[in-house]
């Protein structure tokens, strides 16, 4: 099994900052791209950001310029950047990688528990 941690959510004021990072562990033979979505209430979840494997990204339009995604490879990390914070930022995070898995090579598509972000002042 292979298994998302994420951590670094919480309550920040409009205009500040938070790091969200996402540990992969368990049977990994390798991740290839890696990506953070959010959900606000009674919204659909969306993309914000994702990486490869290689470190290209892409992002929402709504958060290009003050987020910025990364990865450590050697640690099946990635992160999350994010700055200049908005009241319409707050929603629950989920991390998603894409993962060859172990023993058998298996691709797995694997979600985190979320974090909840909340902006407010």
């Known amino acids: 099994q292979v298994h998302l941690v994420e951590s670094g959510g919480g309550l920040v004021q409009p205009g500040g900052s938070l790091r969200l990072s996402c540990a992969a562990s368990?049977?990994?033979?390798?991740?290839?791209?890696m990506g953070w979505y959010r959900q606000a209430p009674g919204k659909e979840r969306d993309l914000v950001a994702v990486?490869?494997?290689?470190?290209?990204?892409n992002y929402a339009d709504s958060v290009k310029s003050r987020f910025t995604i990364s990865r450590d490879n050697a640690k099946n990390t990635v992160y999350l950047q994010m700055n200049s914070l908005k009241p319409e930022d707050t929603a629950v995070y989920y991390c998603?990688?894409?993962?060859?898995?172990?023993?058998?090579?298996?691709?797995?598509?694997?979600w985190g528990q979320g974090t909840l972000v909340t902006v407010s002042s």
């Open positions: 368990g049977s990994i033979f390798s991740i290839n791209a």
């Open positions: 990486i490869s494997k290689g470190g290209n990204t």
């Open positions: 998603n990688a894409a993962v060859v898995a172990l023993p058998n090579c298996r691709y797995l598509e694997v």
